[in-house]
Structure formats: C-alpha cells, structure tokens
C-alpha cells in the first residue's frame, strides 16, 4: 500500500487530511496523519475518527518557530522513514524531513501571500496542485516545478459531504439562526503583519448590539473573548456556520465553508485572496471588508441577506490522490 504523509498544521488543513485518509483508503492509499498543538486540529481529526499522531506545538515568536519546528522534524524523521512520499500543504517541518530522506513532495495550497511557507516549501516539491482562481504568476515566484489546477476550492471537499444535525448547535445551547460565529484573525502567523484587535471588538460589539449572540472561534488562547460563547474544544464548525445568521473571520477559510455551505459570510482579512472573487462569481455569498467603517457595513448588509442555494464546483478529492500516484509511479 502507497504510504503518504500529510502534516495537519490548522484545522483546514485536518480535514483535508481526514476526506483523503477515507477516500485515498478506497483505492490503497493510505494517508499518515501527523499535526501539532494547535486549537481546534487535534479535535478536529477526532470527530473524524482517523487515526493520527500529534507532535510538537506551534511556535508564537520566530525563535519558538524555530526551535519547535526543528523539535518537530527529529520526530517527524522517524515517521517520514516509513512512508513514500509527502502530500500536504506546505509544512516546512515535513518537507525539510521528506526532502532530507530523499522522497517526493506533493503540495497542496490556495495561498500564495503565505510567503514564509512557500518560499520554503514548493521550490521542493515535485507538483503543486491549486485552485485555477489562483493565477499560474501568483506561484511562479516560488518556482514549482509543475503545477496542476482545479475548478474549485479546497473546502468544497469537506463541505459536499456535510449533512446537517441541528442538534449539535442545541446541545451547545444555541438556537439556529440567532447567532454569528466569529473566527479572529490569524495574528501569530509569520505571514500576519496587521493589528486588527480593534476592529475584531468593535465588529463583536456591532453584533450584540444588533441581538445576536456571538460565537467565538479562536485560534489562540490570548484570543478568547469576555461575554460571548468560546468554542475552545471539538465541534463541528460546519454545523456551527450552517444553523447560523452568519459568519465573520478574520481569516478566509470558515468564511469559505459557510458561502459554500450558502450562508451569508464576511472576511476582515486586509491582504488578497483569489478564490475570493472566483467564489462570488459562483454565487456564493461572501463578502469581503478591510476598514472598521466598511466592516460594520458589511455585516449590516450580509445578515439581510440570509441563506443562498450553495454553489456547485469541482471536487478535487481524487484529483490529489491520482497526481500523488502518478508522481510515485514516474
């Protein structure tokens, strides 16, 4: 059996390790999952029931980058040494270790802004697969060595495969449609040069101020937020975006799921994301803000929206599992 190691870094990333685990397990292929301490990843590989292996913790400071990261790869050595390949997105941890063994690099990503990782990263890998919303110049500068598109996005894996259960919102003591989940902006990232703690409370004041009661995300426990729900623990976030008047983050992916999913969603991140426009073009319902002032505009306007048909796009589930074979097999 073809043996492939995917290093789980955010909880994006978890699922998509958990849909190519099951789905590359139909066809002998079998996905080694690895991750780190990081809310919400572990927790979320568990409500998959895949098998996976924690390893490390993530690094806040660019020295705790380092000295964890290089912590991470003896141990990740011991993994690599047993698989033939890695598939993931970039994790300079796992590719430094694959590279190091002498085997291929699959990568997956959306992101081309992330230029710590990829500078890093896709110059070693063999394929680098991406949404065709990206444009082939966004990767150039990080010199892939071929790279192979899809009509979609990453999150229409899991999101295709969601079936709703209203009571795992009721079971958190929540009703469906009288709140908004709220994700903070990934401001630990090296890639995050912004200060956007005054707009993320301003925007949760707006929400309470308009009746709704708010469901905090975070990513980090300097992230949690006095007089809201704090999600800290395993839910499905699905469920959570799917029964509620809306969602706000700071980053792109739950924003992604929830416009997929048809609910009204708003992201505050200040750079670019090309799926971004792809996805309105679809007819997802997503919004985009990078002022306080037109923040508040926009959440007024995407909650008079309310639920849209979801859109319908590629599924690139198999798509990966077949480049990873044929890379293997060349």
């Keep these: 059996m073809t043996k492939l190691l995917f290093d789980a870094l955010t909880p994006k990333q978890a699922r998509i390790a958990a849909v190519l ?3 590359g397990a139909k066809r002998g292929v079998e996905i080694v999952i690895t991750c780190r301490e990081y809310m919400h990843v572990g927790d979320m590989l568990r409500l998959y029931g895949v098998p996976h292996r924690c390893i490390g913790k993530y690094g806040v400071s660019l020295y705790e980058k380092l000295v964890f990261g290089l912590e991470r790869q003896r141990e990740l050595a011991d993994i690599g040494a047993g698989v033939d390949a890695m598939l993931g997105f970039p994790s300079p941890d796992a590719a430094r270790v ?3 063994l002498g085997k291929p690099l699959i990568i997956l990503n959306d992101t081309p802004h992330a230029a710590h990782v990829n500078r890093l990263v896709i110059p070693l890998s063999e394929v680098l697969i991406s949404p065709a919303a990206v444009p082939e110049e966004a990767w150039r500068g990080y010199c892939p ?4 598109f899809f009509n979609g996005v990453f999150e229409y894996m899991w999101v295709s495969r969601f079936v709703p259960d ?7 003591g929540l009703s469906p449609g009288t709140y908004v989940v709220f994700r903070p902006e990934e401001a630990h990232a090296a890639y995050y040069k912004w200060s956007y703690a005054e707009v993320r409370m301003r925007l949760i004041k707006e929400l309470k101020e308009m009746g709704y009661v708010v469901v905090n995300v ?7 937020i006095e007089g809201v729900v704090n999600i800290t623990e395993a839910v499905d976030h699905l469920q959570l975006a799917y029964f509620s ?3 706000i983050t700071g980053g792109a992916s739950m924003a992604t799921e929830a416009a997929l999913l048809g609910v009204p969603a708003l992201s505050y991140f200040p750079g670019s994301y090309y799926v971004d426009k792809y996805l309105v073009e679809m007819g997802a319902p997503l919004y985009r803000c990078k002022e306080l002032d037109s923040c508040l505009k926009a959440v007024r306007v995407m909650l008079q929206t309310g639920k849209t048909a979801p859109p319908k796009l590629e599924d690139p589930t198999q798509l990966i599992l077949k480049v990873a074979e044929e890379v293997l097999s060349a």
């Design 21 to 23: 685990h099951l789905e």
């Design 98 to 100: 694959i590279f190091g």
């Design 145 to 148: 060595k071929k790279i192979v």
């Design 245 to 247: 008047a809306g969602v």
């Design 218 to 224: 975070p990513r980090y426990p300097d992230q949690v």
């Design 166 to 172: 209203a009571e795992a919102v009721r079971r958190l």
